[in-house]
């Protein structure tokens, strides 16, 4: 079991001097996305929760900006503790300019209803007009008390975006931040003051100790270490990377140092999007010939199914490159998932996005949430068996691939066959219970459908999964009871594949859910069976628990592990009518239902 590693190949000069402030990532995307704001596109549509409610064991904050508002369909507000509805403008006197059309009242109906908060950003990207409002009193007065107004208008609370106060600034800023927090918390007891912090406090005007007394949330951008105009090609998000001075490990201990008090009242902002530059060579560090561009999140992910993605352990980041030659690093699920847990270890209030809309409501990237600060939370005793640990065994034929996407860019194949082909991965399990248990390969459109998966804990279940698509991540294969020690596994054979050549053993993921004592017990922990009628099915599929099954609700998964819908369970069934979390008609084919530790497969059909 690979606990951690430590690579360095190439030292990367970051490109950052003391000198080189870095530029507001969130005016540059205003500037490049938000003239696609259209005021007659169609709106948030409130929809009754879903699903039971999400206990998170972090905050998870996420700004919506304007121009991704308006067709706005994201449904995982259980998901999100708070949002930042991006933004209302101030001018240098302290009074609005632009509303962007807050009060945004239908975020903010569909965001209560799953108990998420709703914050307004007040954002000023003016160094002249930051510095007319906080050393000026009366006009910090005036904008303190237009800010309240317009947070009267349907807020929980305010989030201030002002960058960057130039030095000169300094003492009038916290003045600011002091007579605002006393206007807002005057309005409204309840309210959240929250602040965004930039990567590197170049101006030394962002002094946690003197803004704590003030704030209830301190956020960090922690993006934009490499930019548009960066000289070289690098990861937006490094996080402890050797690679680079500057990246979020820096600027928490810079911000932070290791004050349990200012850990727990600071957020660290991650990013859903990247940026692709024209550059030099295919390398980490190539050379910009020109400036690069803001990609989405979603764009993103669609590109690297034709260019193919590498993964950079050192940020970690994914990038990709094409055309002789442009590069473009992002963040996905993977790497932003080792962001979550380095946040959790480091006792920090939580993460945040920027921005919201940008993700396409990917449900692996929700998922990605849930894993980490929902149900099944993080522990740090989490457990992964690679490829290339002493647990994973093989049988057959099985050959190292070459191409990237591998979990420690690594993994093994064999030839879709008879089934003499097999492999697992056998873990030491700590404590007995129940545990989430995920697979990682990497797609391709050789790889094959139907591959036979076996879970092998307290009891034995099968399913079938599909490896040629959503590659380069985990995949859910179902909530599973182990008992302590080595009896237990998880293994594939190609002894049913098809509709292609090739079948994927990477690495397996077990995350410890909720403990159970289980060492005596000869009994079965779930003594209930599923059953699903008519399946096949082609508008609605009735799905029954027959025995004793106390859980809550009934998920749907695709073979390729995605989560398609999550139904509340009562009455002993429930009833799918074959949509999706977005109310969308999913595509016929075989998907597989998920109760407690077992499942069924039921098959779709249009």
């Keep these: 079991m690979r606990v951690s590693a430590c690579i360095s190949i190439i030292l990367f000069v970051s490109f950052l001097t003391a000198g080189n402030v870095l530029p507001s990532v969130h005016h540059e995307h205003e500037i490049q996305f938000g003239s696609g704001y259209f005021e007659g596109r169609p709106h948030i549509t409130p929809r009754p929760a879903e699903r039971s409610p999400v206990a998170l064991s972090h905050e998870v904050y996420g700004f919506l900006p304007y121009w991704e508002y308006t067709g ?171 690679g680079c001075y500057y990246d979020i490990a820096y600027s928490v201990a810079d911000y932070c140092g290791s004050d349990p008090l200012k850990r727990s009242r600071f957020i660290v902002g991650l990013p859903l999007y990247g940026y692709d530059w024209p550059c030099s060579g295919n390398y980490r560090g190539a050379s910009t010939t020109g400036s690069g561009s803001a990609k989405f999140y979603r764009t993103c992910v669609a590109e690297t199914l034709s260019y193919g993605c590498n993964y950079d352990i050192n940020a970690p980041a994914p990038w990709y490159v094409y055309s002789s030659y442009r590069q473009c690093w992002w963040d996905d699920a993977r790497s932003l998932d080792e962001k979550y847990r380095w946040t959790v270890d480091n006792d920090l209030m939580g993460v945040g996005f920027w921005a919201l809309g940008y993700d396409d409501c990917d449900p692996v990237f929700w998922e990605g949430i849930r894993e980490v600060f929902g149900d099944s939370a993080y522990h740090s005793d989490s457990i992964i068996v690679d490829n290339g640990d002493l647990e994973f065994t093989t049988g057959g034929s099985w050959t190292a691939g070459s191409y990237s996407g591998g979990w420690w860019d690594d993994y093994l194949f064999c030839n879709a066959g008879g089934g003499e082909d097999w492999a697992t991965w056998t873990p030491d ?89 289980i060492s005596d017990k000869s009994t079965k922990p779930d003594i209930f069976q599923i059953r699903a009628y008519p399946n096949p099915f082609n508008s609605e599929c009735t799905i029954e628990i027959e025995g004793s099954f106390d859980g809550t609700d009934i998920e749907i998964y695709d073979l390729s592990g995605r989560l398609i819908n999550c139904l509340p369970y009562s009455q002993n069934k429930v009833i799918w009518n074959g949509y999706d979390l977005l109310d969308k008609e999913v595509q016929s084919g075989v998907y597989l239902v998920v109760a407690g530790s077992r499942s069924k497969t039921i098959t779709f059909v249009k």
């Design 72 to 242: 706005y369909e994201c449904s995982r507000f259980d998901l999100l503790t708070r949002i930042a509805y991006f933004e209302v403008t101030l001018n240098g006197y302290g009074n609005v300019t632009d509303y962007r059309h807050w009060p945004a009242t239908d975020l903010i109906t569909a965001a209560h209803s799953q108990g998420c908060a709703v914050d307004v950003c007040i954002a000023v990207f003016d160094d002249d007009d930051i510095a007319s409002i906080v050393n000026n009193s009366i006009n910090r007065t005036n904008a303190c008390h237009n800010i309240c107004n317009v947070m009267a208008m349907g807020a929980d609370g305010v989030n201030i975006d002002f960058e960057l106060p130039p030095s000169s600034a300094r003492a009038g800023f916290y003045a600011f931040m002091r007579e605002l927090a006393d206007s807002v918390h005057g309005r409204d007891t309840e309210a959240i003051l929250s602040l965004c912090l930039p990567p590197v406090d170049w101006r030394n005007t962002f002094d946690a100790d003197s803004l704590l007394p003030h704030t209830d949330i301190l956020f960090l951008m922690g993006y934009g270490y490499y930019y548009g105009g960066s000289p070289s090609t690098g990861p937006v998000a490094p996080l402890d990377d050797s």
């Design 429 to 517: 399990i700590p404590d007995p219970g129940h545990y989430d248990v995920y697979m990682w390969w990497n797609a391709g459109t050789n790889r094959c459908d139907s591959v036979f998966v076996r879970v092998f804990g307290v009891e034995n279940e099968s399913l079938f999964v599909s490896q040629k698509g959503s590659g380069a991540e985990w995949h859910y294969l179902g909530r599973h009871s182990f008992s302590e020690g080595s009896s237990g596994y998880v293994g594939i054979s190609d002894r049913s594949a098809v509709n292609g050549s090739v079948v994927i053993a990477d690495a397996v993921l077990w995350i410890p859910v909720a403990g159970m004592d």
